[in-house]
Structures are given as C-alpha cells and as structure tokens.
Nanobody
C-alpha cells in the first residue's frame, strides 16, 4: 500500500497557474501508475490526468489537455500536476491517486469511470473570475 499527501493548492485568478505536488510513501512507488482526480461541490469525482509507472506515458481528460501537465520523479517519490491557464470551472478539491497494474489496463479502467485504489486527502484549488 502507498500513502499519499497532496500540497500546492490555493486561490488563483482566472488564467493563472498552480503546481500541485503529491508525496508518496512506500518503497514500491515505482510500481504504481499515478493520477490526479478532482471533485467540485455537488459533483462526482472526475479524472484529470494519469502517468505510467516509468513516466513514459500520460493520459489526460479532454477538459485539461494542453493546459495541465502531469509528471513524476520516482527518485523522490513525487508526482506533480502543473496547471496553466486555469479557469473558474477548474475549481475543485484535487486528489492524488495510485493504482497498480499494466498501463493499458489502468487507462481502460479510467475510461470506464473507475477510480484508483489509493487516495490522498485532497488539496483545494479555487480559481476566481
């Protein structure tokens, strides 16, 4: 099992940028695909971005493609989400997730609307108009 702690959320103006970070504990961090999900008030948690265990493959929700970039540093057990050109509709609690499995299987599960098995506590991102 891997434990996850998110940081980096805050209040930013429309068009601004934020960088979220997720610190993972556990010696098997490199075995996990990692992802970011978000949940706005009154809405279900939705997928944002995912990255394979090696960092060689990424997958994004259409709504953030071209604006957000997911990356990881396996030597530091860290995952990042660089968010640019933020919009008020990006306002949500952002969660870091971890999932074991072959990358294609992880992506297929995301497309079916499934979440990951391990989650952090979330970090609030608020974009003001």
């Amino acid at each position: 099992q891997v434990q996850l702690v998110e940081s980096g959320g805050g209040l930013v103006q429309d068009g601004g940028s934020l960088r979220l970070a997720c610190a993972a504990s556990g010696r098997t961090f490199g075995n996990y695909a990692m992802g970011w999900f978000r949940q706005a008030p009154g809405k279900e948690r939705e997928f944002v971005a995912a990255i394979s265990w090696s960092g060689s493959a990424t997958y994004y929700a259409q709504s953030v493609k071209g604006r957000f970039t997911i990356s990881r540093d396996n030597a530091k057990n860290m995952v990042y989400l660089q968010m640019n050109s933020l919009k008020p509709e990006d306002t949500a609690v952002y969660f870091c997730g971890a999932e074991r499995g072959v990358w294609d299987t992880v992506v297929a599960a995301i497309r079916r609307g499934q979440g990951f098995h391990s989650w952090g506590q979330g970090t609030q991102v608020t974009v003001s108009s």
